[in-house]
């Protein structure tokens, strides 16, 4: 934020009216009039807890004390810093785990949503002003690539993630890829499973577990299990290669009581050609003999054979491990190969039990 007023700053002597702010319809000054409607809207959403809808109100900018003239450039870039302001103490004093309304694409995000959504309207809309009044802009590029890890999960990414972004919002061009003329946040999916919550695990939270961090969680006993680093440390190779699908992914188990995560659970890939999808889950030590296996399971696979691709849900477990054989026999699902169990499943459920549950 500070480096992007300062940069707009050395041209407030300009007329930000009659100057169009990059490829954008807008005027540089109602571009900068919308980076601090956003922030404000951003804020509110979080602060008024709003689940059904934004908050209904609108930031207006007053003029001077006489209240004929329109405030200038430089009250609109004050206007601006006091608005990220707001947005931040708003953050700041959030629990992680309280979402808000926002449309795209599953209608809620939570506080590190709003965050990436506010920096990259402000490094955005700085980028489209600057150009229209011919100044050179450029944030950080460890910025740009967490904010593409964070809000743009499907996106391969590049040398350049400032470039990239820059492609992915369509305001630039990408060698070997097609214009991008229409794009939409990704905040991540959540999907209710009684006492717990799935939190679609993003590429960004993906990386800092596959690399030994919490990913953002506060887990219960300390640290997730093994199996959920490797499932993370998968969703990063797909996302670096550019196959990642991020509702085909990897979620967090997280406890509704206390905000503590308590497992991972996740797909192995999209559905196949025949629409089978497989499902994979581990609990931390400290939160097994609860039953929250079975719910997390009984929910993704529901969510799954809610989707038109899917017909199908399938589950493997070693012959040995009879607490997760359990498990999913609680969820529903029946067993198809492995000992004397028949069903279409042949040679891929060699050596393993193999359970499906259909639509």
């Not at 450039?73 to 808000?100: D, K, Q, Y």
């Not at 150009?131 to 391969?156: Q, S």
């Not at 990063?236 to 085909?248: L, M, N």
């Not at 890939?269 to 929250?292: N, Q, S, T």
Request: glycine share 12%.
């Amino acid at each position: 934020m500070a480096d992007a007023v300062a940069l707009l700053r050395t041209a407030t002597d300009r007329d930000w009216e009659a100057a169009r702010a990059g490829r954008l319809e807008w005027s540089c000054r109602y571009t900068a009039e919308h980076i601090a409607g956003d922030l404000i809207a951003y804020a509110g959403q979080l602060a008024g807890r709003a689940t059904e809808a934004y908050v209904p109100f609108e930031i207006t900018l007053d003029g001077t004390d006489d209240g004929l003239d329109p405030a200038d450039n430089e009250g609109v870039l004050h206007v601006v810093e006091t608005t990220g302001a707001l947005l931040a103490a708003t953050l700041r004093t959030t629990p992680r785990e309280v979402r808000a309304f926002h449309p795209y694409p599953f209608r809620s995000a939570d506080r590190e949503g709003f965050a990436a959504m506010g920096i990259t309207e402000v490094f955005l809309h700085t980028h489209d002003i600057a150009e229209g009044l011919g100044l050179a802009y450029e944030p950080p590029a460890e910025r740009c690539a967490d904010l593409l890890a964070r809000l743009f999960p499907h996106v391969r990414p590049d040398t350049d993630p400032w470039r990239t972004l820059l492609w992915a919002t369509g305001r630039g061009d990408l060698p070997g890829r097609a214009p991008v003329t229409e794009w939409r946040w990704r905040n991540n999916l959540v999907i209710p499973a009684g006492r717990l919550t799935l939190q679609g695990v993003t590429p960004a939270a993906a990386m800092d577990l596959a690399a030994g961090g919490d990913g953002g969680f506060a887990w219960a006993g300390g640290e997730p299990y093994q199996g959920t680093r490797d499932a993370a440390g998968m969703l990063v190779k797909a996302y670096e290669t550019g196959v990642h699908r991020p509702v085909w992914g990897v979620f967090v188990l997280v406890r509704r009581e206390d905000g503590r995560a308590v497992g991972g659970i996740g797909f192995h890939g999209v559905p196949d050609e025949k629409g089978r999808v497989e499902i994979g889950y581990d609990l931390v030590e400290a939160a097994r003999g609860h039953g929250y296996a079975t719910e997390g399971l009984r929910a993704l696979s529901g969510w799954a054979l809610g989707r038109e691709a899917v017909t199908s849900v399938r589950a493997t477990t070693e012959p040995e491990n009879t607490a997760s054989q359990a498990v999913i026999a609680r969820a529903g699902f029946t067993r198809i190969a492995g000992d004397e169990a028949e069903g279409e499943a042949g040679a891929e459920g060699a050596g393993q039990f193999v359970y499906e549950l259909r639509r």
